[in-house]
C-alpha cells in the first residue's frame, strides 16, 4: 500500500488552501449540505425558490437569508463550493484507488470499529449517521463546518479558528481514548 508522509501530505494540504484563498475564497463545506437540501426540496416544491427582479428568493428563511444568496445557489448548484465538495469525495474514492483499493473486509467495518465494538453493521451504520448528524446539526449552529471554522480559520490566523479547534481536540482525544482502547 502506498501511503503519504504526514510532513509532505501537511505541506499539500497547505499548499492546497493557500490557493483556494488565493484564487477563490476561504474552504469550507458544511453550507452545501443546505444547498442541497434545497436543491432536493425545490424538486418537491418548485415554490420553494423563485426568480425575482433582484435575484433569487425562497419562502425557507434560512435560504432566503443574505438577499437570497443561498436561494440562488439551489437554483444555480455548479458553483465553486458545490464542485468542491463533489470533489473531495472523487478525491477521496482516487486516493483509496491509488492506495491499491480498500480490503472487502474493511468496506463495512474498518478492523479498529471491530476490535473495540465487534462485527454488527447496524451499530456501526446507526453510529455513523448519528455522529454524522450531531456533527453536521452543530456545524450548523456554528455558522460552519470544521474546515471553515478550523482549517480555514486558523490559516487566516483567526482566533475563533484556534478556539474551535482546540474544543474540537478536546472533545475528540478523550471520546476516542474512551471508545477505541484495543488497537487494530
Known amino acids: ?19 483556494a484563498v488565493l484564487l ?10 443546505v444547498i442541497l437540501d434545497g436543491i432536493i426540496g425545490d424538486a418537491v416544491n418548485s415554490e420553494l ?28 448548484p455548479l458553483n465553486y463550493s ?3 465538495v ?27 470499529w471491530r476490535a473495540n465494538m465487534g462485527d454488527g453493521v447496524a451499530l456501526r451504520y446507526g453510529a455513523t449517521f448519528v455522529g454524522g448528524f450531531i456533527v453536521l ?3 450548523r449552529l456554528a455558522g460552519g463546518c470544521t474546515s471553515g471554522h478550523m482549517m480555514s480559520g486558523m490559516m487566516q490566523t483567526a482566533l475563533s479558528g484556534y478556539l474551535f479547534a482546540a474544543g474540537a481536540f478536546a472533545a ?13
Open 1 to 19: 500500500m502506498m501511503a503519504m508522509n504526514w510532513k509532505t501530505g501537511g505541506l499539500l494540504l497547505g499548499f492546497v488552501f493557500f490557493l
Open 137 to 139: 446539526y452543530g456545524a
Open 24 to 33: 477563490v475564497k476561504p474552504i469550507g463545506v458544511s453550507t452545501q449540505f
Open 86 to 112: 463533489l470533489a473531495m469525495a472523487v478525491g477521496g474514492f482516487l486516493s483509496v484507488m491509488a492506495r491499491g483499493g480498500l480490503p472487502a473486509r474493511e468496506r463495512s467495518i474498518p478492523d479498529l
Open 172 to 184: 475528540a482525544i478523550p471520546v476516542s481514548l474512551i471508545l477505541f482502547k484495543k488497537e487494530a
Open 82 to 84: 458545490f464542485v468542491f
Open 49 to 76: 425558490v423563485t426568480k425575482t427582479e433582484e435575484g433569487y428568493t425562497s419562502t425557507n428563511a434560512y435560504l432566503a437569508k443574505s438577499n437570497g444568496k443561498y436561494a440562488k445557489s439551489v437554483m444555480n
